[in-house]
C-alpha cells in the first residue's frame, strides 16, 4: 500500500477529508519552500503537492505560471526537488507528491524519475499532461514501485475516457473542477456535484477536486462532495506577496489553517 493509499484509508476511517496544497518548488528559493511545507503540514494539511517549475507550463495560470518563472530565474535545478524531499520529508511526515509536465519525466527516463522521486521520500506524481494513450508505460513503473500516479479529469472530458483514465491512475484521481487553467475563482459549476457522484460510481479511487478553490467559502461548498481538496494559486498568490520569508510562511500557515477549519467544519 503506497503512503497515499494508506493516507486516504486513514481518512475514511476517521471520517476526514484531505486537505492538499500546493506549493513551487523553489519560489522563491528551496529553503522557503521547505519552511512553508512544514509550516503547512502543522496548520493541517495532509498531503503536500510541490511543482516543478516548467518553463511551457500547460495548465498553470497566471499565478502559478509566475512562480515557476522566478524559481527558474533563481536557477532552480530538478536535483533541487529530490534534494528537497531528501532533507526534509521526515520533519514534515505527510505525503508529498510532485507536479511535474510529462516531458520533464520523459526527458530523465520514467524509471530514472520515480526511483529518484521514491528514494528521496516523495510518495506520488501528479502528471496533468500525461494522455491515456500513452500513459501505460508509466502508470505500470508506478504500480511496480507503489508510487502514485495521479492523472487529471477535467469537466470536458467524455465519460469513457474519464473511465480510462481512472483505470491507469492510482492514490487518487484529481478532478479539475472547471474548464480551463489554474486559478481562484468566485463560482463553480452547478452541474459539479452530479459529475462527482457520475465519477464516483465508476472508480474506487478517492476523488479530490482542485482548480479553483479561492478560500474558505469554495472550500466548504466542496468538502461534502470530495475525498480531498487541492489548494493551489490561492497559496502561492501569498507568497508573492508576502515582503518576507517569515511573512510568507505565517501567511500561508493561517490561510491553511482557516482551509483545514472550513473543511473539517463541512
Known amino acids: 500500500m503506497s503512503q497515499v493509499d494508506q493516507l486516504f484509508k486513514n481518512l475514511r476511517e476517521q471520517n476526514r477529508k484531505a486537505l492538499m496544497p500546493f506549493v513551487t ?59 528537497l524531499a531528501t532533507r526534509h520529508a521526515d520533519a514534515i511526515a505527510v505525503p508529498m507528491v510532485t507536479m511535474a509536465s510529462y516531458s520533464i519525466i520523459y526527458r530523465m527516463g520514467l524509471q530514472v524519475y520515480v526511483d529518484r522521486a521514491k528514494a528521496a521520500g516523495y510518495a506520488g506524481a501528479i502528471v496533468p499532461d500525461l494522455l491515456v494513450e500513452e500513459a501505460e508505460p508509466l502508470a505500470k513503473i508506478c504500480r511496480d514501485a507503489d508510487f502514485s500516479l495521479i492523472q487529471l479529469v477535467t469537466p470536458t472530458t467524455p465519460r469513457e475516457r474519464q473511465v480510462r483514465i481512472a483505470d491507469t491512475s492510482t492514490g487518487f484521481l484529481y478532478y479539475v473542477s472547471v474548464t480551463g487553467i489554474t486559478g481562484e475563482r468566485n463560482a463553480l459549476p452547478a452541474d459539479l456535484n452530479d459529475s462527482v457522484s457520475w465519477l464516483r460510481d465508476q472508480t474506487d479511487l478517492p476523488i479530490c477536486i482542485g482548480f479553483g478553490i479561492s478560500g474558505v ?34 501567511d500561508v500557515a493561517d490561510f491553511v489553517g482557516q482551509l483545514r477549519r472550513a473543511v473539517d467544519a463541512a
Not at 509550516?39 to 507550463?57: F, H, I, N, R
Open 25 to 83: 518548488a523553489g519560489d522563491p528559493d528551496s529553503a522557503t519552500t521547505a519552511a512553508i511545507l512544514l509550516a503547512m503540514k502543522a496548520a493541517g494539511a495532509d498531503l503536500c503537492e510541490v511543482g516543478v517549475p516548467y518553463s511551457d507550463p500547460i495548465a498553470d495560470g497566471p499565478v502559478i505560471q509566475a512562480s515557476y518563472q522566478r524559481a527558474l530565474d533563481a536557477g532552480f535545478k530538478l536535483d533541487a526537488l529530490f534534494d
Open 217 to 250: 467559502e469554495t472550500a466548504a461548498q466542496l468538502a461534502p462532495v470530495a475525498d480531498g481538496l487541492i489548494v493551489g494559486s490561492a497559496i502561492v498568490r501569498r507568497i508573492a506577496a508576502a515582503a518576507d520569508r517569515d511573512s510568507a510562511v505565517k
